[in-house]
């Protein structure tokens, strides 16, 4: 089993829906968590972090679940420019070293 | 200011040679992380330096890799014996320390083909 597991997708949606995506860890020792954007073949930049209250930057919301071990993000009103893949990122101890990635969910927004 | 720098962007190579990937940090990050990605996965870990040491080399796949960060700037990842199994983008990404919420910052990566 993956350490950091998601659902590979494609997500394909019109534009302006609400989309959601899930993402598991295995390690309940995990300190931090975090969602990055992918665009094809570019490298992953960060999209936000994830709070233990749940977080909300614009049209994007996280939200941890640390009993169930699962991260979540949901995008509201979604843009054509939002079609990426979207890591899931766990640093599992305290130090910085341990950051492990899910291996993404494709999402694709059409007109 | 500049980012995270990697060259060659692209390498091409023949199975058993040797190669070294270069990555330039964000001025100033004391971490520096190199992972490889395959097509369709996400980033795999495979080597942190805090400064100029090496503090987990945990995800080296095996005794043909190895890297290097003399003066715990500019770092070399190095690839003995390349194998077709070796190709993927390899990426180096600096964060400002080894905080467990300093974020990554990624450079473009070095494509690398082993024929």
């Known amino acids: 089993r993956k350490e950091v597991e998601q659902d590979p997708g494609p997500f394909n949606v019109p534009e302006g829906a609400t989309v959601a995506f899930n993402c598991t860890y295995s390690?309940?020792?995990?300190?931090?968590f975090f969602w990055y954007r992918q665009d094809c073949r570019k490298e992953p930049k960060l999209l936000m972090s994830v709070y233990s209250s749940g977080n909300e930057d614009g049209r994007f919301t996280a939200q941890l679940n640390r009993a169930s071990q699962y991260i979540s993000l949901l995008i509201r009103d979604s843009k054509l420019s939002d079609s990426a893949t979207y890591l899931c990122v766990v640093n599992r101890d305290s130090s910085a070293s341990k950051i492990i990635f899910g291996s993404g969910t494709r999402l694709s927004i059409r007109p | 200011g500049a980012g995270v720098s990697q060259t060659p962007s692209n390498k091409v190579t023949e199975k058993g040679k040797y190669v070294e990937l270069r990555c330039d940090p964000i001025?100033?990050?004391?971490?520096l992380y190199w992972y490889r990605q395959s097509l369709g996965q996400g980033p795999e870990f495979l080597i942190y330096f805090q400064g100029t040491g090496a503090a987990d080399d945990s995800g080296l796949p095996n005794d043909r890799f190895f890297a290097v960060r003399p003066e715990g700037s500019v770092s070399t990842l190095k690839i003995q014996r390349t194998e077709r199994g070796d190709s993927a983008v390899y990426l180096c990404?600096?964060?400002?320390?080894?905080?467990?919420?300093?974020?990554?910052?990624f450079g473009n990566g070095t494509r690398l083909t082993v024929t």
């Open positions: 001025s100033g990050h004391t971490a």
């Open positions: 990404a600096s964060s400002l320390d080894s905080s467990s919420n300093s974020p990554l910052h």
């Open positions: 390690n309940s020792a995990s300190q931090s």
